[in-house]
């Protein structure tokens, strides 16, 4: 069965640092790019970054950019995103999502959820 | 960055009948649009692609269709697990995004 798990959301204060995981399992991880989405509480779904299946290319949606590094580790099968100098408009579930083809998600995980607050 | 609106942000419908849901892109975005349902408490659910092709184990009764900046998905009769929220989302260019959902509720 085709599953990711999501970890490592908490609460942290603003301009504090915490990374995500995702772990694959079911599929051929390296075959797949990933992408992080979030959803603010009661909000709707924002689109944050993208790796591609090699890990050598990358997108981020502007408001992270510079703040926040996607990354996997195909040997683990597992995704991260690594978040720094966060802020309170971070505060969100992360999904992440495996990409079936082009930039649309077949799977994503349960999510984590991530608060920043003082 | 390619917005995408949607509409109305609450649909009203009885169970049985036809729920027609807008999304509207800023810019073409040709037929690079999915469409995913989110039940309370879940994650998202794929069900169009390319404007309008099923996903895996979707029900006929949700279509999809439109090009460009205009698209629809249509829920031919709904059933009670059907009153949820719906995201469309274009993958023509970066970054990606979604519309702000579409909550379809019992009329």
């Known amino acids: 069965e085709v599953q990711l798990l999501e970890s490592g959301g908490g609460l942290v204060q603003p301009g504090e640092s915490l990374r995500l995981s995702c772990a694959a399992t079911g599929f051929t991880f390296s075959n797949y790019g990933m992408d992080w989405v979030r959803q603010a509480p009661g909000k709707g779904l924002e689109w944050v970054s993208a790796i591609s299946g090699t890990g050598g290319t990358t997108y981020y949606t502007d408001s992270v950019k510079g703040r926040f590094t996607i990354s996997r580790d195909n040997s683990k099968n597992t995704l991260y995103l690594q978040m720094s100098s966060l802020r309170v408009e971070d505060t969100a579930v992360y999904y992440c999502?495996?990409?079936?083809?082009?930039?649309?998600?077949?799977?994503w995980g349960q999510g984590t959820m991530v608060t920043v607050s003082s | 960055e390619i917005v995408m609106t949607q509409s109305p942000a609450t649909l009203s419908v009885s169970p049985g009948e036809r729920a027609t849901l807008s999304c509207r892109a800023s810019?073409?975005?040709?037929?690079?649009l999915a469409w995913y349902q989110q039940k309370p408490g879940q994650t998202p659910r794929l069900l169009i692609s390319d404007a309008s092709t099923r996903a895996t184990g979707i029900p006929a009764r949700f279509s999809g269709s439109g090009s460009g900046t205009e698209f629809t998905l249509t829920i031919s009769s709904l059933q009670s697990e059907d009153f949820v929220v719906y995201y469309c989302?274009?993958?023509?260019?970066?970054?990606?995004?979604f519309g702000g959902g579409t909550k379809v509720e019992i009329k």
């Open positions: 810019q073409s975005v040709k037929n690079n």
């Open positions: 999502a495996k990409v079936v083809w082009r930039q649309i998600f077949d799977i």
């Open positions: 989302q274009q993958y023509d260019s970066w970054p990606l995004t």
